[in-house]
């Protein structure tokens, strides 16, 4: 995959009811410091089958490489990273800190909060092995309280109506690798998430060592406050710099 020069190569991880453009409001900025910039088309259809396409990225981008994700893209790029010797720093945006065995469901029942999880649909949808499997959407009534809620109404209401389901499998599946135990990490909490509480957070970036920040958003963070996104990307950048 062909990046421009830059300082390093930052890959843009995003997660669930959401796609690429997600990042919008970070890539200039990320670019115009120097940086090749990735925003990586997540495929949302489990922990390990993201984790490998998210890997193929890394391998073949120029390396160094910074990684952030928001949401369950943070779950994958822990998955991804682990023992990859061209990634220098994972960034976890409003995101999860999983342990090996641990999955989504439990996490986000640890801490009270929660409440994205309650406007989940699911509809069903056929895998390749002929079988069925099962998505989930977000009510799209409900997307701009839960979701999005700092975010002006008619962007929540394109996000909503633009979401990318995530497969429930993803959203059960046990977390095997963790490589915030051997990258430097940080970690960006939004005091208003639905989905991702900050106590929960807190717990989670205390746990792996990461260092954290807090801001004042709802869970869409990287659309309702990108300022404070790109900043600690470019911090994780700029201390780990080959």
């Known amino acids: 995959m062909h990046t421009t020069t830059g300082k390093q190569t930052i890959l843009l991880v995003h997660g669930a ?25 997540n495929p949302l259809r489990g922990v390990e089958e993201d ?61 009270p909060g929660a409440r994205l999880g309650s406007a989940a649909q699911p509809v069903p949808y056929p895998t390749s092995d002929g079988g069925t499997g099962t998505d989930l959407y977000i009510d799209q009534a409900r997307f701009h309280e839960l979701f999005a809620a700092d975010v002006p109404a008619d962007v929540a209401q394109r996000m909503a109506v633009t979401q990318r389901p995530l497969a429930l499998a993803a959203f059960e599946a046990p977390a095997t690798r963790a490589a915030w135990r051997g990258i430097e990490s940080w970690s960006l909490a939004a005091r208003q998430d639905e989905a991702v509480p900050l106590e929960l957070s807190r717990f989670m970036a205390e746990r792996a060592g990461a260092h ?31």
């Open 51 to 111: 984790a490998a396409y998210l890997r193929s990225v890394i391998d073949h981008v120029a390396g160094p490489v910074v990684l952030a994700g928001h949401s369950y893209g943070g779950v994958v790029m822990s998955h991804a990273a682990d023992g990859h010797p061209d990634v220098t720093a994972l960034v976890y945006v409003a995101s999860f800190l999983a342990e090996p065995g641990e999955n989504l469901v439990e996490l986000v029942e640890k801490f």
């Open 212 to 242: 954290l920040v807090e801001v004042d958003a709802s869970h869409a963070v990287t659309v309702s406050q990108p300022r404070a996104v790109t900043d600690l990307i470019l911090e994780a950048a700029a201390r780990t710099a080959r």
């Open 17 to 41: 009811y959401a796609d690429s453009s997600s990042w919008n409001g970070s890539v200039q900025d990320l670019l115009d410091a120097g940086h090749a910039v990735v925003a990586v088309a």
